[in-house]
């Protein structure tokens, strides 16, 4: 794509937009995490945390999707944008979104892509492991959670990787085409 | 095939250090919990106006429920209130006399009672229930005066504590967050002990003093005024099990009905910030013994809500 358009420099400043505006679908996987996490800030006025973990699953669905887009440094950055949402100290999120980024990168490579419902079993599986992981960075920071007060967060989060995975394959196909 | 395995190589560093990095920003956090404080004030302010216009709606069907729930209900609850009524005139009058008896103790004391100041009347807008940590976002912020570590009070009863500023919204922490940890006083015994969040819908009492009088079922618990940041007198939750250890709470008010909350000084002025420099390490007797100027180690005064 690079080899295609002439430099950068014998560009007209219009032309030299053109280009990079035309990047925007690098950053889709990242918007769309993004409004994941913002929509898990709704006001829903429960005593316990239930609302599933949105921020993770788009992690996971798009590490999934689009693995060259979804790089751990990009989940890291998310992870610090959740934990200043959430009013976490600043590392837990990051810390959890980045070692699950990188768990589904490794996990894909050695064994390759799979059905939807082996998907949702890994993906439930990398949600429980999270919320064992927030529980030892929410310790490490000093500021220890019960553990099992979290056990409804990945029930409903493991419920609602269907739909994630709907809205993330729908802007897929919108954004990236059919493709793979 | 060298340029792949050179940057599965370089992606593996990278991430890598990106988790080292995470896990070095918790111990940061660790040591300076204020880091990154004004980055989520910042965001504060960006999110919750925009929950605020989303909820709109939502409060208005809340509304509607409410309304028909009244209409339909209201009969019920006249006759249970007169009942109520009845008893609460008799409890009146004995609360007038000891009101009078109180103002003349305190008269013949010189008792000094700070006073409670209103900062601020907010309505809750949002509360996060997809995190680990209990919070509320309010639609005021630093440009109304509200600081962090004050406490937020609805109509029922105590809702939290202020935790993070922005200029126009503020972060609570509610009661039932595992940080957080009211000192309460048990109405019926004057036991204090304390109510501590562990982000279920109960909260667990802990620490009571003079454990070997039992409590009951009902019993009621307000903030005690320890700590300095909550208003004694206040209701925190009434006792749903008290059997077990440690008995478990109600909390009084929840951010699901208190559309509305007072946030106010903190009760107790805060020591003032720049005290100073002291140590907490142990001096040896020698050198108190030669006489050299050792700095002395202040009490510590302890924030009720750590």
Not at chain 1, 131 to 152: E, F, H, I, K, S
Not at chain 2, 279 to 303: F, M, W, Y
């Amino acid at each position: 794509m690079i080899g295609s358009v002439p430099p950068l420099r014998l560009m007209s400043p219009r032309e030299r937009r053109r280009y990079w505006i035309g990047h925007w679908r690098l950053a889709v996987p990242a918007l769309v995490t993004l409004a994941l996490l913002l929509l898990m800030t709704a006001p829903v006025l429960l005593p316990m945390p239930v609302f599933p973990q949105l921020g993770l699953l788009g992690i996971f669905v798009w590490a999934t999707f689009q693995p060259g887009l979804m790089p751990p440094w990009l989940a890291f950055l998310l992870g610090l944008v959740a934990d200043m949402l959430f009013a976490q100290p600043l590392g837990v999120n990051a810390t959890g979104f980045a070692v699950a980024a990188l768990f589904v990168r490794s996990f894909e490579a050695r064994y390759g892509h799979h059905a939807h419902r082996f998907d949702w079993a890994v993906a439930t599986g990398v949600i429980a492991g999270s919320a064992l992981l927030t529980w030892q960075l929410m310790a490490l920071a000093g500021r220890p959670v019960p553990l099992l007060a979290m056990g409804w967060q990945v029930l409903t989060s493991a419920l609602a990787y269907p739909p994630v995975v709907w809205l993330c394959g729908w802007v897929q196909r919108r954004a990236f085409g059919l493709r793979q | 095939m060298r340029r792949d395995q050179n940057l599965a190589l370089v992606s593996a560093v990278v991430s890598g250090a990106v988790i080292a990095f995470g896990l070095l920003l918790l111990l940061i956090g660790r040591v300076n919990p204020d880091a990154g404080q004004r980055m989520r004030g910042v965001l504060l302010d960006l999110v919750t106006p925009a929950w605020s216009v989303v909820r709109a709606p939502f409060d208005g069907v809340g509304r509607a429920i409410d309304w028909g729930g009244d209409y339909f209900g209201a009969v019920d609850r006249n006759r249970r209130l007169e009942g109520e009524l009845a008893a609460a005139h008799a409890e009146l009058q004995r609360a007038a006399a000891d009101r009078l008896a109180l103002v003349q103790l305190k008269r013949v004391a010189r008792v000094r009672v700070p006073e409670r100041t209103l900062i601020a009347t907010v309505r809750i807008v949002s509360a996060t229930s997809g995190s680990v940590v209990r919070t509320a976002m309010v639609s005021a912020g630093s440009s109304d005066g509200i600081k962090p570590g004050q406490p937020v009070i609805g109509a029922a009863g105590l809702i939290g504590r202020t935790l993070e500023t922005g200029i126009g919204a503020a972060r609570v922490l509610l009661l039932t967050d595992p940080a957080s940890r009211v000192p309460v006083m048990v109405v019926r015994t004057g036991q204090s002990a304390l109510a501590v969040g562990v982000n279920t819908p109960s909260l667990e009492l802990q620490d009571r003093v003079g454990a070997d009088v039992p409590l009951r079922v009902g019993d009621r618990l307000v903030t005690s005024g320890d700590g300095g940041v909550y208003p004694p007198g206040v209701p925190v939750g009434t006792i749903i099990r008290a059997d077990g250890d440690p008995a478990l709470v109600r909390p009084a008010a929840t951010p699901v009905g208190a559309a509305f909350v007072n946030i106010e000084a903190a009760w107790l002025p805060l020591p003032a910030a720049d005290t100073p420099a002291t140590t907490l390490a142990p001096v040896p007797i020698e050198a108190r013994r030669s006489g050299a100027k050792v700095p002395v180690a202040a009490p510590v005064i302890v924030p009720a809500n750590p």
